[in-house]
């Protein structure tokens, strides 16, 4: 269980969140922006309508490769100007979002030592602009980027092997720390919302010993926050395997940064079945999991039973970490009456 907290925890009410999809992801040399496909960012007016929901807070981009894809020395704030004042006159708190699902200006990437300090050399800027800015996520998922961008070759910059995804892990992870270090020179107070994907593997019994990985992989960024990763963790083997110095993975032990709370990103698809029957499935299921061909597919899909839902998940979280949650994503494509 975690030990480590935060000095800027505190208990507090229920409240309701938001957040916009604001996804600026890498592939190639192609940069996609979703803040361009749902119009928000050309819509200031949006603000007002995120505020008439009753939400008390939202996530919200002041984005890396936005506003300074050239250096801080050459950021143009004009947006983060206008629209962050703007949900603060509408009673609504931003939670600045650094990096989303993204990998920084063209010269860097994930797999960059240098990408840590070059962040948190942005969230130094970000932070002097707008030193009222209470709450922050530095990277946002940043389990879920590294695989995506270090083991699936889905992002920048497309690598597909262990090694990459705990290296693109540890790079981000850093990132975070040193980023609350800078912008807590600033405002002491700054608090760390750490989001990432909550979801949960289920299997037949051929494939338990993934699925039980899987469900340990998903705690990885948390437990890193929180120093929680040493010769005694249940992954450890399986991170030096990688041949990932032990430094760097020991280096979070000795500069803790526990978020002060944890946001909990979870869809339907989140919860995922494992069978080692792939020929039962489509074939955009099939695939190999630990040399074994199987079937990875939504548990919602598979299942005659549905899952309990986030509840259990959430009890897992609190009993690991015994931080403050927050839901941070919760919704995926739906008719107005199942959001």
């Not at 960012?41 to 506003?67: H, K």
């Not at 650094?98 to 240098?114: F, K, M, N, Q, Y």
Request: with cysteine; hydrophobic share 35%; glycine share 6%.
């Amino acid at each position: 269980m975690n030990t480590n907290t935060s000095p800027n925890s505190q208990p507090r009410p229920l409240e309701l969140w938001g957040g916009l999809e604001c996804t600026v992801n890498r592939v190639r040399d192609d940069y996609f922006s979703q803040l361009d496909r749902n119009g928000h960012a050309q819509r200031a007016c949006d603000v007002q309508r995120f505020a008439s929901l009753g939400i008390r807070a939202i996530r919200y981009p002041v984005l890396w490769e936005r506003t300074a894809p050239d250096g801080v020395d050459k950021a143009d704030w004009s947006w983060p100007d206008e629209r962050l004042p703007a949900l603060v006159d509408a009673g609504v708190t931003p939670i600045a979002g650094l990096v989303h699902h993204g990998s920084g200006p063209r010269d860097t990437s994930l797999l960059d030592p240098a990408f840590p300090e070059r962040l948190a050399e942005y969230a130094a800027a970000v932070a002097a602009r707008y030193p009222w800015l209470e709450y922050y996520t530095p990277v946002n998922e940043p389990c879920t980027t590294a695989r995506f961008a270090g083991l699936y070759g889905v992002w920048y910059p497309h690598a597909r092997d262990d090694r990459s995804f705990i290296q693109a892990l540890l790079v981000q992870c850093r990132a975070v720390v040193l980023c609350m270090r800078e912008i807590r020179k600033v405002n002491p107070n700054a608090k760390l919302v750490q989001t990432d994907d909550l979801g949960k593997t289920y299997s037949t019994p051929e494939l338990a010993h993934v699925a039980d990985f899987y469900n340990e992989r998903r705690w990885l960024a948390w437990d890193l926050l929180c120093g929680m990763i040493g010769p005694e963790h249940k992954l450890w083997n399986y991170l030096v395997g990688t041949g990932i110095d032990e430094a760097d993975i020991l280096w979070f032990r000795d500069n803790p940064c526990p978020p002060d709370v944890i946001g909990v990103n979870y869809y339907v698809t989140s919860e995922r079945w494992l069978d080692h029957r792939p020929e039962r499935y489509p074939q955009h299921h099939r695939g190999v999991a630990d040399g074994i061909p199987c079937a990875d597919i939504e548990a919602s899909r598979a299942l005659a039973t549905p899952t309990a839902g986030i509840g259990p998940l959430l009890s897992e979280v609190w009993e690991r970490y015994r931080l403050p949650l927050a839901i941070t994503e919760a919704h995926i494509d739906a008719n107005r009456e199942d959001q």
